[in-house]
């Protein structure tokens, strides 16, 4: 089973608190499919519980629960997701504009998934989904930092624990780097040796940090001059990491942690540069973390409207190629993405309004993947992407054919 990709954006500001919302239009129609923590929204203050909120979650291959809360007051929070039976699981969370804050695959030990932030005064949602190829049942926990944990949870950050101005760290650039964001600012550091790297803005600015070496399979985390942590990234690109800041960071100093989960000793190409909006949506695209606008700089070939089932061919890379089709009527999909060589495909399912409502790896026979998913009439958007081969481009059949009720 290959891990999913997982993306950090680091929002500066949250959504103040709301009282009583359509979830329908929450955190970016997300909510839709969510479900309160407490009694509706007035209940759902996570901040004032004495206890942490516990739920089961059974996730049907490609699905995903959403659970909704809010915060009266600013509060540190524990989020977590520990599979059971072997599973694996992955959760995302999100703002209640649907901004991603934080996403987590392997945080609470083992295949659990753990979130640990200071967040604002507002209303959030926190997805947990299934990955790998089968239903998986999991057991989520939404607590507070002084709740006990469900999650044995593993250190993040170097692999000396925070970064702060008192830590010893190697410079990137000789004083103010803000002059050579544009360029980007590189550097080849090992963890056994570099653990942490120091920068200095004089100016706000908005930055983008990649961690690259697949043998060392990168961690960065991204520290303020005080300790606190502004974001964090696993996997991204496959084994690397990457953090996106979108909101323009302070001037001030700031700490990029490093660790490596496979060799300490491998050389990590770390890079520093300033955030392109424009980029950061292509590489969601690309990852399919996000579908694409039908009118955008990437293309998407319109199979039209379904009838029983329809084939396409592609060369596919690491990048994913988007296919979009019709449903004429309510029923169900079953779609296939079978690798005609060497390919390991990855597939991602869209509605018409952008939301994810199913993602596989290796759901199909041997790597190739399925999906099966019940749809109404409307437009949908499907990528797909080989995780083989070092994102070398491999032949790839994607297959849908719908089913309808009998009468």
């Known amino acids: 089973m290959r891990r999913r990709l997982s993306l950090t954006i680091a929002m500066a500001a949250l959504a103040a608190p709301v009282a009583a919302q359509d979830t329908d239009t929450l955190c970016g129609v997300i909510g839709a499919m969510g479900t309160w923590i407490g009694d509706g929204s007035a209940g759902s203050d996570l901040a004032g519980m004495a206890t942490p909120v516990d739920q089961v979650a059974m996730l049907p291959q490609g699905r995903s629960q959403v659970s909704l809360f809010t915060l009266g007051t600013p509060a540190t929070v524990r989020l977590e997701a520990a599979p059971q039976a072997g599973g694996d699981t992955e959760i995302e969370l999100y703002d209640a504009q649907g901004n991603l804050i934080r996403t987590d695959d392997d945080g609470g030990g083992g295949l659990a998934s753990r979130i640990d932030m200071a967040l604002e005064a507002g209303t959030y949602c926190l997805v947990t989904r299934g990955l790998g190829g089968s239903a998986v049942s999991a057991d989520v926990r939404l607590g507070l ?13 170097g692999s000396q624990g925070v970064c702060d101005a008192t830590t010893p760290a190697q410079a990137l650039g000789d004083g103010p780097v803000d002059g050579q964001l544009d360029d980007g600012l590189r550097v080849s550091a090992t963890v056994q040796e570099t653990p942490y790297l120091r920068f200095t803005l004089a100016e706000p600015a908005a930055v983008t940090v990649t961690a690259r070496n697949e043998n060392a399979d990168p961690v960065v985390t991204l520290y303020d001059e005080s300790g606190s942590e502004i974001a964090h990234n696993d996997d991204f690109d496959g084994l690397n990491a990457k953090i996106d800041v979108g909101n323009p960071l302070a001037p001030g100093s700031y700490c990029i942690a490093l660790d490596a989960l496979s060799d300490t000793s491998a050389p990590i ?139």
Do not use: C, K
């Not at 060589?341 to 409502?357: V, W």
């Open 145 to 157: 930092a002084e709740h006990p944990a469900l999650t044995g949870g593993i250190a993040s950050g």
């Open 269 to 407: 190409e770390v890079t520093l540069r300033r955030f392109d909006p424009a980029q950061a949506l292509l590489d969601l695209y690309a990852m399919g973390e996000a579908s694409p606008p039908l009118d955008g700089p990437v293309p998407v070939e319109d199979l039209g409207t379904l009838p029983g089932r329809i084939q396409q061919d592609a060369m596919v890379g690491s990048d994913a190629v988007w296919f979009s089709f019709q449903v004429p009527a309510a029923g169900v999909v079953m779609i296939d993405a079978v690798g005609l060589g060497d390919g390991d495909p990855e597939m991602f399912l869209f509605d018409g309004l952008g939301s994810q409502i199913g993602h596989d790896d290796d759901g199909g026979e041997d790597w190739n993947a399925r999906l099966t998913v019940p749809v109404l009439p409307g437009a949908y958007m499907v990528g797909m992407r080989n995780l083989g081969g070092s994102g070398a481009s491999a032949a790839m059949r994607l297959s849908v054919q719908r089913f309808v009720p009998a009468d």
